[in-house]
């Protein structure tokens, strides 16, 4: 839409709708020798998710841009008003009025404060000409940080209509080609095919490890809004890490031994027969079974297992007894005379395959208990 409007001014970084925010709240700017090694960055407060995201951001060709990391969630109620205490400390004013939170109380006051450990995440993304440089707050080990199977990268937009809400679309799955890390551990930088101007960049490094402990990172995706593509120079192919643990390896087949074929009649089997068992009934899939169903499709920003929000509770839908290939329905089109309590009607999520649709379904029939 920007090349449609050129006025349209672009958001500096996009917080993925249901995944780091529905509703959200105050920004403050971290003061320096605060909250270690993040002095200087933002954060973003969410009412509906009651969550707290954290925002590094740069200027690429005179804009602003940069990546939206999960920072803290758990709160007691929606996240609305940050304010920092003079010991440094951030009080966090809660509230649920109007439209729900993910927090089990209707209002909270709590305090976070930092505890002078530095916790093992990605720092900072930047933008490069080639993919992106990931500095973290820790040393890498370095054989998790040169194996591609450590990084994952996808790209996705929203669509810019007048009905509220948008799914991801125009989603792609990145090829990573190569890795550089630093001397020193601290910055990895990746080569990543087909980077799109305007894109949202999700980078998930749930392979890395710490140096030290061999921790994995608290928080390992990230979400770079791409306004700009830098200039400069690309990794050549003699610079970087190629190694990658997932590509399976070609062992020779092993030969097997073929029986000779016999002449003659087969003997005739003895006794009685054993009638056929049952098939066995399909298990319901747990809710960390289908939570990165819920995240990924964002039904989780409208949605809670037993509370209200913006939607109904996932339990009173059970209650309903739609069958999972309805559920599947209601999801393309949404039937909002269903649920004359809620003033936001659900937007349709043709996004959702029909196989995650009946997952979650089995999921969600298997709450009416």
Excluded at 115 to 132: I, L, Q, S
Excluded at 221 to 231: E, F, G, H, K, R
Excluded at 346 to 352: E, K, L
Aim: charged content about 20%.
């Amino acid at each position: 839409m920007k090349k449609v409007f050129p006025e349209l001014r672009l958001p500096s970084v996009w917080l993925p709708y249901g995944i780091l925010g529905i509703s959200s709240a105050e920004p403050v700017k971290i003061p320096a020798n605060t909250f270690g090694p993040f002095a200087g960055q933002i954060l973003v407060g969410d009412q509906g998710m009651s969550i707290i995201s954290r925002i590094f951001m740069e200027t690429v060709k005179g804009e602003e841009q940069g990546a939206a990391f999960l920072f803290r969630k758990g709160f007691r109620s929606g996240v609305l008003r940050l304010e920092w205490g003079t010991d440094g400390s951030l009080f966090v004013g809660e509230t649920n009025r109007g439209w729900g939170s993910a927090g089990d109380a209707n209002e909270g006051l709590e305090r976070l404060v930092y505890n002078n450990k530095t916790p093992f995440e990605m720092k900072a993304v930047r933008a490069m000409p080639d993919g992106f440089e990931v500095e973290f707050t820790m040393p890498v080990d370095r054989k998790s940080a040169e194996d591609l199977a450590s990084y994952n990268a996808e790209s996705f937009i929203y669509k810019y209509h007048p009905v509220y809400g948008s799914p991801p679309v125009n989603t792609e799955k990145l090829k990573i080609s190569g890795v550089k890390v630093s001397a020193d551990g601290l910055k990895a930088r990746i080569i990543v095919q087909n980077l799109r101007q305007y894109y949202i960049h999700t980078l998930t490094l749930d392979g890395i490890r710490s140096q030290d402990g061999f921790y994995s990172l608290i928080h390992p995706v990230a979400y770079y809004t791409l306004n700009q593509i830098p200039d400069g120079n690309k990794l050549s192919a003699n610079e970087v890490s190629t190694k990658n643990s997932a590509t399976p390896v070609n062992t020779p087949a092993k030969k097997t031994a073929v029986p000779k074929a016999t002449t003659g009649k087969a003997p005739e089997a003895k006794g009685t027969s054993t009638p056929a068992k049952p098939a066995a009934t399909a298990k319901a899939p747990t809710f960390k079974e289908v939570e990165g169903l819920l995240t990924k499709n964002t039904c989780l920003a409208c949605h809670n297992q037993t509370k209200r929000q913006i939607g109904p509770p996932f339990v009173e839908i059970a209650k309903r007894k739609y069958s999972p290939e309805k559920i599947f329905q209601l999801i393309h089109n949404p039937q909002p005379q269903n649920w004359p309590g809620y003033s936001t009607e659900m937007p349709p999520m043709p996004q959702v395959t029909k196989a995650e649709a009946l997952k979650i379904a089995a999921w969600i029939n298997s709450l009416n208990k």
